[in-house]
């Protein structure tokens, strides 16, 4: 069955500092990775997803399907960047539907 | 244009109780889910509606979980009998539903079974 995991509950580190959200996954056909973020009173939100290959708000994320892992990075975090994030599993055998970890609180401090 | 929209907000009930949430999409957006999120877990699938198509309810945990869905607006999940283990935030998203659009989420109903 599929599954997704996100091993920290919370993520603390400083300013300027890198940062690396883990995700791993577990699905057996050919996986579509999402990162979904929820900034403080704000709703669940779309960060970024591997298909479209790109980096926003400097962070970035790689699909490593030999490790399984699909880990959100940042080189230098800000204190902006603190937030829920959720990584978000789909595919063709799930026909459309999304399975999400249950979080990482990421906490960016001065 | 305005986003998903859930009601109500909060909901408070008794235990035994059934309770109705409603979720209004984005117009025009075919694809509609809904996810339960109990405190401290992640977002758990419960259902997936998809234009007129069948509904995937693969994600309802009991026989007294149901949805339904009018076309391609709104959305009801109705919990029956409700039990305490049932609280959590009931979160609904709809998509424009093209193969792994973004979804769109509401802001939830917190629902707390007493």
């Known amino acids: 069955a599929q599954r997704v995991t996100q091993p920290e509950k919370l993520l603390s580190v400083f300013k300027g500092a890198p940062v690396e959200l883990k995700c791993n996954y577990s699905?057996?056909?050919?996986?579509?990775l999402f990162w979904y973020v929820q900034y403080s009173r704000q709703r669940l939100q779309l960060l970024l997803r591997h298909i479209s290959r790109e980096s926003i708000k400097g962070f970035t994320a790689d699909l490593n399907k030999g490790e399984t892992s699909f880990h959100l990075k940042k080189p230098f975090a800000q204190e902006e960047d603190s937030a829920m994030y959720y990584c978000a599993l789909s595919g063709r055998l799930l026909f459309n539907k999304f399975y999400f970890g249950s979080g990482t609180k990421l906490n960016v401090k001065p | 244009g305005a986003g998903v929209s859930q009601s109500p907000s909060n909901k408070v009930t008794e235990k035994g109780k059934d309770v109705e949430l409603r979720c209004d999409p984005i117009?025009?957006?075919?694809?509609l889910y809904w996810y339960r999120q109990r405190l401290g877990q992640g977002l758990e699938f419960l259902i997936y509606?998809?234009?007129?198509?069948?509904?995937?309810k693969s994600g309802l945990p009991s026989d007294r979980f149901s949805a339904e869905r009018t076309g391609e607006s709104v959305s009801t999940l109705t919990i029956q009998r409700t039990q305490q283990e049932d609280s959590a935030v009931y979160l609904c998203?709809?998509?424009?539903?093209?193969?792994?659009?973004?979804?769109?989420f509401g802001n939830g109903t917190r629902l707390t079974v007493t």
């Open positions: 117009s025009g957006h075919t694809a």
């Open positions: 699905y057996s056909g050919s996986p579509e």
């Open positions: 509606f998809q234009g007129n198509s069948a509904p995937d």
């Open positions: 998203a709809s998509s424009p539903g093209g193969l792994y659009s973004p979804l769109h």
